[in-house]
């Protein structure tokens, strides 16, 4: 695997259920991201996290729980979703270096459906 | 105030025709990056060029350049002789601050939807 891999890309679930998100990014990078992507809207930092530590929590409600185990791995945990979380939620990483671009690599995404 | 600001929704172009892609940014900060990324239908965000602030000359990658007026804060993308696979969504996006220790927050535009036409 290269790059940043997310599974599942899809899912459907219903507003009582628990499910989880995974990032994997293969590219040594030290910061890991998520954003959601609704429709008409621009994308929305939601998590961040750098050397496993959240650094920003940009207002996202409880439902939604990060998990970061190490700088490779990075979940997103789900429960009692609103039919409104519907969206595409990407997962980005990103090697900091003082004076570096920073430049963010994004994984395929996972398409969200709450019922 | 918008920090990144798109202000094509959609364009039409014909194959092989360049194109520009417009983007303003606002920003009090002196140092800051500014990327553009291109999104198929597939959803995967790609990322294509960056330009720093401090950067004295405009980026190039390959077919893709970024026009960089500092005074204007203006970033527009140019593509030179389009393809029928550049058809998709493009981002502007930009960091404020100098990249010191941690993670560093992108701020997105709305986006801009490019069709290339046969």
């Known amino acids: 695997e290269t790059g940043v891999t997310q599974t599942p890309r899809h899912l459907v679930m219903g507003m009582t259920n628990k499910k989880s998100l995974k990032c994997e990014q293969h590219l040594g990078h030290n910061a890991m991201y998520w954003y959601k992507q609704s429709a008409k809207k621009p994308l929305e930092l939601m998590f961040v996290y750098n050397f496993k530590e959240q650094t920003e929590n940009n207002s996202v409600p409880s439902r939604f729980s990060p998990e970061c185990p190490n700088s490779s791995h990075l979940f997103l945990h789900l429960h009692t979703l609103q039919p409104e979380d519907s969206a595409l939620y990407l997962c980005?990483?990103?090697?900091?270096?003082?004076?570096?671009?920073?430049?963010?690599?994004f994984g395929p995404g996972t398409r969200l459906t709450v019922l | 105030a918008q920090k990144i600001t798109q202000t094509q929704p959609g364009m039409f172009v014909q194959e092989k025709e360049a194109v520009t892609l417009d983007c303003t940014y606002d920003t009090s900060d002196p140092s800051y990056g500014l990327f553009w990324y291109k999104q198929p239908s597939s959803g995967e965000m790609i990322f294509l060029i960056y330009?720093?602030?401090?950067?004295?000359q405009n980026a190039t990658e390959g077919r893709y350049s970024l026009n960089f007026q500092k005074a204007r804060k203006s970033a527009n993308l140019v593509i030179s002789a389009s393809q029928l696979g550049d058809s998709a969504m493009y981002f502007c996006?930009?960091?404020?601050?100098?990249?010191?220790?941690?993670?560093?927050?992108?701020?997105f535009g709305q986006g801009t939807r490019l069709t290339i036409n046969p």
């Open positions: 980005a990483s990103s090697l900091d270096l003082a004076g570096g671009p920073d430049t963010q690599y």
């Open positions: 330009q720093g602030s401090y950067d004295q």
């Open positions: 996006a930009m960091r404020e601050g100098l990249v010191i220790q941690g993670a560093q927050k992108l701020v």
